[in-house]
């Protein structure tokens, strides 16, 4: 059984920055590509980053730039390191991962983490 544990989030003000942790267990994590999404109040979830095996990344232009993902196969554990944070980042992110593919295609992740909030004010 996989089981993807996040980092807790938390509270920045605009401009700042916060890295989030997504480790998977129960499974080879190298086996995985892995995916961060966000979901704000009445809002759908939505795509910010995929890394696949070999490491190559995808970013949707909302966030290119300023969030980079990461994976460190030895500790089973992907990173997403958001910078210039901006009010409309706040949202409760989630890990996943896909044996399958990356990208921004939610149902081509099997597992997902339980979501962490980040808030960041103006």
């Known amino acids: 059984q996989v089981t993807l544990v996040e980092s807790k989030g938390g509270w920045v003000q605009a401009g700042g920055s916060l890295t989030l942790s997504c480790t998977l267990s129960?499974?080879?994590?190298?086996?995985?590509?892995m995916g961060w999404f966000r979901q704000a109040p009445g809002k759908e979830r939505e795509y910010v980053a995929g890394?696949?095996?070999?490491?190559?990344?995808d970013y949707p232009e909302s966030v290119k730039g300023r969030f980079t993902i990461v994976r460190d196969n030895a500790k089973s554990t992907a990173h997403l390191h958001m910078n210039s944070l901006k009010p409309e980042d706040t949202a409760v992110y989630y890990c996943?991962?896909?044996?399958?593919?990356?990208?921004?295609?939610?149902?081509?992740?099997?597992?997902w983490g339980q979501g962490t909030q980040v808030t960041v004010s103006s």
């Open positions: 129960g499974r080879t994590f190298s086996s995985y590509a």
């Open positions: 996943a991962a896909s044996l399958d593919s990356s990208g921004s295609y939610l149902g081509g992740y099997q597992h």
């Open positions: 890394i696949n095996w070999s490491g190559s990344t």
